[in-house]
Each structure stands twice: as structure tokens, then as C-alpha cells.
């Protein structure tokens, strides 16, 4: 079974500190046209039933996600083959992740493609025809539904732990994003900044974010942000910064980056709304929890590092008492 499949099955292949393993008992599912999603993608639904599933299953379910998604759309006779495990097997496997066949779980690993590479053009399209009949009470509600549905995927054990390890001043920290997540990763790096020394922000060009390689070592936790339309420097930079022993904790969509693959913990949250762009207010909301949780776990020299900060700010801040009568 490769490092792929373990990752993104975490606690039930015996592999510690995935972060997904524990997500998977906040993933809900929903029945569309026949087809049994969850929340989280196929990937989720998999975790979903692991439990349940035999020990030949389990080897479909592997090679499944060691490939995927190019394993889901090869022919029945090719994933049996790919699994060492019989036709029929597959079919069994299939059926307890709640298809009624293989076409209908072919159908599904196309339209979770499709949800994972959407167009951004199409994207655009969609929403502007749903925004045209919606007013402020249904951007407010979607805003709500993703908050919830993001938060339903987090567990409270692993954002500890994750905050424990960011807190930790025996470890350098440094935050990574992309063309937009960058800013999700900047927002990071200036509440860590408050709080402890040894955090820094990784350049959004490739050339600067690969340079940022040079000192990540296995004292070194990367805090990446990727999401849909996945920033490929930022994959590469995971996955260097993996062979360097690093731990890295991925921030990502409900369809995962595929630095996935390569993430000690993964938080993941919801990027579909009603805007025309994919949304980062669930992901800033996580950003925020984390933040509140490093809080209590930094240890005193944070209020020295807070004083000292509000000092040498203080020229560059605003003060009433101090301001020039109108």
C-alpha cells in the first residue's frame, strides 16, 4: 500500500498523524440522482465505510486511492486486477459505498473530477445565473453552510494537535500558499508572529518559495494552503519540504490538494458558495480557530514578545490622547 493510500486513510490503515482519519466521522452523506455522495468527496465515503468493509475490500479500496482518480475509470476486470482481488470483490466494494453498480460509481468518480477542476470560466458563469435571483439573506446562508459544513469536518483532538505543534518553539514555522491562499497563509503568519518567534511567510514566486527550501529540516513545520485549481509550485514545495523531514500540515478543499499525499494533518474546508470565485471564509474561519487554540498553548514569554512588539509599534500607531486637537 503506497504513502498516498495510507494518508488519506489514516488511523484505519494504523498510520498516525493523517488529520483525515478524523475527519471521517463528520463527513454526511446526501442521495442526488440514485448516487450516494458525501460532503467530502469519494475519498470521504470510503472512510466513511471502511469499517465495514472485508479485508479483500479494503486492497479496492487502497489501490483505489493510491491511483485515483485514475484507478476509478479504468474497467471493473482492470481495478479487480489492480487490487489483486476478483470482479466480484470490486462489485461488493462498490455496493457498501452505496451504488448499485459499477457504472453508477464510474458516474460518480467523473462528477468528482468535475467538482475537483471546475472551470473557473464556468464557475463564474453558474454563479452570476444564481446570484441574479438571490438577494443578501441567501449570500448569508450560503456563507452559514459552508462554516457549518467545514466545521463538521474538523475534529477538536487534531486542530489540538496541530496547534500544539505550531506553538512549539523547539520548531520553525513556515506558512506557504498560492495566488490567492497566500493570503489565508499571511494571516497565519501574522497572528503566529504575535505570539512566538521563528515564523516566517514562504514567497508566492517560484523561484523565492523553492529558495525558502534551504533550511526546512525536520525541526520545520509547513503550514500550506491549496486549494481548488491546485497551485503546482505550491504541491512541489510540500512534497521537497516532505523529503526534508518537515511536517506539514495542509489547509485544503473538501476535494484535497494532492499534496494531500505528503500531509502529516490535513484541515479541510468548504470553497463552493454563491460567488462567482471559490470562498476562503471557511478556511479564514479555521485559520482563526487555530489561532485561539496556539494562544493557549504558547507559553509566557508570549506576553514578553506581545509587550515588546506593542513598543516598537507604538511610533507607527495611532493614539487619540496623543492626536492634535481638530
Known amino acids: 500500500m503506497s ?4 494518508r488519506l486513510l489514516g488511523n484505519s490503515c494504523n498510520v498516525r498523524n493523517t488529520g483525515m482519519s478524523r475527519l471521517r466521522q463528520a463527513n454526511r452523506r446526501t442521495t ?7 460532503q467530502g468527496g469519494l475519498a470521504a465515503v470510503i472512510r466513511e465505510s471502511w469499517g465495514g468493509l472485508t479485508p479483500s475490500e479494503r486492497r479496492v479500496a487502497c489501490a483505489l486511492l493510491d491511483a485515483y482518480p485514475i484507478a476509478g475509470l479504468e474497467t471493473l476486470q482492470y481495478l479487480a486486477a489492480r487490487a489483486s482481488v476478483s470482479a466480484p470483490t470490486v462489485l461488493r466494494f462498490v455496493s457498501k459505498l452505496g451504488f448499485d453498480g459499477y457504472p453508477e460509481f464510474q458516474a ?30 441567501d449570500h448569508l446562508s450560503a456563507f452559514h453552510e459552508g462554516l457549518d459544513r467545514s466545521f463538521s469536518m474538523m475534529s477538536a483532538a487534531d486542530v489540538e494537535e496541530i496547534a500544539k505543534k505550531l506553538a512549539n518553539p523547539r520548531f520553525r514555522v513556515l506558512c506557504a500558499g498560492g495566488r490567492f491562499s497566500h493570503i489565508l497563509a499571511q494571516h497565519l503568519h501574522a497572528h503566529l508572529n504575535l505570539l512566538r518567534p521563528g515564523c516566517r511567510q514562504a514567497g508566492v514566486q517560484v523561484a523565492s518559495i523553492i529558495d525558502d527550501l534551504v533550511d526546512v529540516d525536520r525541526r520545520t513545520v509547513i503550514a500550506a494552503f491549496d486549494y481548488r485549481r491546485y497551485d503546482i509550485p505550491t504541491i512541489e514545495f510540500c512534497e521537497q519540504a516532505a523529503l526534508r523531514k518537515a511536517h506539514i500540515v495542509l489547509f485544503t478543499d473538501q476535494w484535497l490538494s494532492p499534496a494531500a499525499h505528503v500531509a502529516e494533518h490535513i484541515v479541510t474546508s468548504r470553497v463552493d458558495g454563491v460567488s462567482p470565485f471559490d470562498s476562503l471564509v471557511p478556511a479564514l474561519a479555521a485559520v482563526e480557530t487555530l489561532v485561539v487554540r496556539v494562544a493557549q498553548h504558547v507559553d509566557k514569554r508570549a506576553f514578553d514578545r506581545l509587550a515588546d512588539l506593542e513598543h516598537l509599534r507604538e511610533p507607527c500607531t495611532w493614539d487619540a490622547a496623543k492626536a492634535a486637537p481638530v
Open 3 to 6: 504513502l498516498t493510500a495510507l
Open 32 to 38: 442526488i440522482g440514485g448516487h450516494v455522495r458525501s
Open 108 to 137: 460518480e468518480v467523473r462528477e468528482d473530477i468535475q467538482r475537483r477542476l471546475t472551470s473557473g470560466v464556468d464557475q463564474f458563469r453558474e454563479a452570476l445565473t444564481v446570484a441574479r435571483t438571490g438577494g443578501l439573506g
